[in-house]
């Protein structure tokens, strides 16, 4: 009997991986090779991901659909997942092998492993955002936005046996936030505009995650915040990706050799300055204004109901 975790599913055939056991699954968008023990999750991902996609597709405009499969592999355990980083990154995968739990997306390629329903599936989410980019946009997006509608994709629910996509349910990112709020630990914008996830990630420390939940408030903030002021400038410099506009608008508005730094480091204000805001102080404010709000008393909650109060 075919339930709503397998109305996604088109075709399963057996595959195998060295000695490992498993399957590929055909959705209409992907080609799921698994070897994942777990039932519940395995029954779970096909659908998962195509409602991933949508989501991806309608959150912060109109985006166009893969005009290929994309293929993603479901690891049973770190062991397996780090063979196939490593078949598809050749003498790059050690950019990859450090992480301890989760994932990577490169050259259109998702490869996760199993560290629990929830947590791959938020993994899945996150890194299905950088999969569905490097195949469909036509131009990058700066790292911070990049990495922050990424880690907004994250958040979800479960209804009736379909996720619900809820940018606001996110507990990892919202208590990393806290945290580091109380501590004294965000850094300023314009340092989050620079930074990158690879160069933090090698400390023994927990910058990377905060990182994390710094990007994921902004991309709330310019979402939300001032009364969704930015809203529409984000929309168009998402869509401006998509389709190979961002580097046009960046010449427009900083002239050629800025906009060139800009697209080529994939970091730094440049789009801040050009979609957001000529003025980075007030918009650091702003900021800075928003985070107090969503880490206030009462803040959790709201974040654990999925609410967009919860910046309020």
Do not use: C
């Not at 990049?146 to 940018?167: L, T």
């Not at 939940?213 to 979402?223: E, G, I, K, P």
């Not at 050009?274 to 206030?296: G, K, M, N, T």
């Amino acid at each position: 009997m075919r339930g709503p975790e397998t109305d996604a599913v088109l075709g399963e055939e057996p595959w195998s991986f060295g000695p490992s056991k498993g399957v590929v699954v055909r959705t209409t968008h992907y080609r799921l090779f698994t070897t994942m023990d777990d039932p519940a999750l395995r029954a779970r991902v096909p659908r998962f991901m195509e409602e991933a996609l949508a989501h991806y597709r309608t959150a912060l405009g109109d985006l166009p659909a893969p005009t290929v499969r994309l293929d993603s592999y479901l690891m049973a355990n770190r062991t397996q997942w780090a063979a196939v980083a490593q078949r598809i990154m050749g003498e790059q995968a050690s950019a990859v092998l450090g992480i301890t739990r989760g994932g990577f997306a490169a050259r259109g390629v998702g490869v996760y492993f199993d560290i629990g329903l929830y947590d791959t599936l938020a993994v899945a989410a996150h890194e299905g955002w950088h999969q569905y980019t490097q195949r469909v946009f036509r131009e990058p997006l700066p790292v911070w936005l990049e990495e922050g509608i990424a880690s907004y994709m994250e958040g979800h629910q479960w209804v009736d046996g379909a996720a619900r996509f809820a940018p606001w349910a996110n507990l990892e990112r919202f208590d990393q936030l806290r945290k580091a709020a109380s501590l004294g630990k965000l850094v300023s914008l314009g340092d989050l505009l620079e930074a990158t996830p690879q160069a933090l990630l090698s400390g023994a420390d927990d910058r990377a995650l905060t990182y994390y939940a710094q990007v994921w408030a902004l991309t709330h903030f310019l979402h939300d915040g001032e009364d969704g002021r930015y809203r529409t400038s984000l929309r168009r410099v998402v869509r401006e990706a998509s389709s190979g506009m961002l580097s046009r608008t960046l010449q427009s508005e900083l002239g050629h050799r800025a906009a060139a730094g800009a697209m080529a480091r994939r970091n730094g204000p440049g789009v801040a300055l050009a979609y957001f805001s000529a003025d980075l102080s007030r918009l650091e404010s702003e900021y800075r204004a928003f985070v107090e709000a969503i880490v206030a008393t009462g803040g959790r909650g709201r974040a654990v109901s999925g609410s967009a109060g919860a910046a309020r």
